[in-house]
T-cell receptor
Framework: DQQVKQNSPSLSVQEGRISILNCDYT??????FLWYKKYPAEGPTFLIS?????DKNEDGRFTVFLNKSAKHLSLHIVPSQPGDSAVYFC???????????FGKGTRLSVIA | EAGVAQSPRYKIIEKRQSVAFWCNPI?????LYWYQQILGQGPKLLIQ????????DSQLPKDRFSAERLKGVDSTLKIQPAKLEDSAVYLC?????????????FGPGTRLLVL
């Protein structure tokens, strides 16, 4: 049973445009969400996070939006750059009793 | 600051053989994690250590997998005997304290192929 779902395995976007990566979760106890980015042959690196008390968190070109009622979050990258091409993992946790749970990832390709 | 180190980077073994992976976390990080990432999946936590104690090993297949962090610094993960379905990337991560949601710093992983 997948608790964190990334339903788009891949996404292609033109350089300079917006990339939107989506993530859904089923466990209503999750209250902290993170996005990690992974390049080939490297480990994932932390990108941005959001607590359930917020609905938006912004860091430079990266913004994460959280819709608790829909159990949905999204990562916006504006403007997209070729160096953003990587696999993006959505992850969720509940400080009380669950470890970090990752989605399957979405491979983003930014085309110059 | 040096990152999380893992070795070997690649390993090919035959089923029923044994294999061990090594991880050296970022200096001063109390918490160490081992994840298994099967192709096409996200990382799945196998075991979490806080210093040299186990915090969570609920998803570790204990009949064949074992892990230790004896001195609270580096760690080894062992598979004995390996099965075909153990083919995956094994990621080690560390974090300063270990509270849920704390940023975890990942190593490059060990890619295991079981034939």
């Amino acid at each position: 049973d997948q608790q964190v779902k990334q339903n788009s395995p891949s996404l292609s976007v033109q350089e300079g445009r917006i990339s939107i990566l989506n993530c859904d979760y089923t466990n209503s106890m999750f209250d902290y969400f993170l996005w990690y980015k992974k390049y080939p042959a490297e480990g994932p690196t932390f990108l941005i996070s959001i607590s359930s008390i917020k609905d938006k968190n912004e860091d430079g070109r990266f913004t994460v939006f959280l819709n608790k009622s829909a159990k949905h979050l999204s990562l916006h990258i504006v403007p997209s750059q070729p160096g953003d091409s990587a696999v993006y993992f959505c992850a969720a946790t509940n400080p009380r009793n669950t470890p970090l749970v990752f989605g399957k990832g979405t491979r983003l390709s930014v085309i110059a | 600051e040096a990152g999380v180190a893992q070795s070997p980077r690649y390993k090919i073994i035959e089923k029923r053989q044994s294999v061990a992976f090594w991880c050296n976390p970022i200096s001063g990080h109390a918490t160490l994690y081992w994840y298994q990432q099967i192709l096409g999946q996200g990382p799945k936590l196998l075991i979490q250590f806080q210093n040299n104690g186990v915090v969570d090993d609920s998803q570790l297949p204990k009949d064949r997998f074992s892990a230790e962090r004896l001195k609270g610094v580096d760690s080894t993960l062992k598979i004995q005997p390996a099965k075909l379905e153990d083919s995956a990337v094994y990621l080690c991560a560390s974090s300063p304290v270990g509270y849920p949601g704390e940023t975890q710093y990942f190593g490059p992983g060990t890619r295991l192929l079981v034939l």
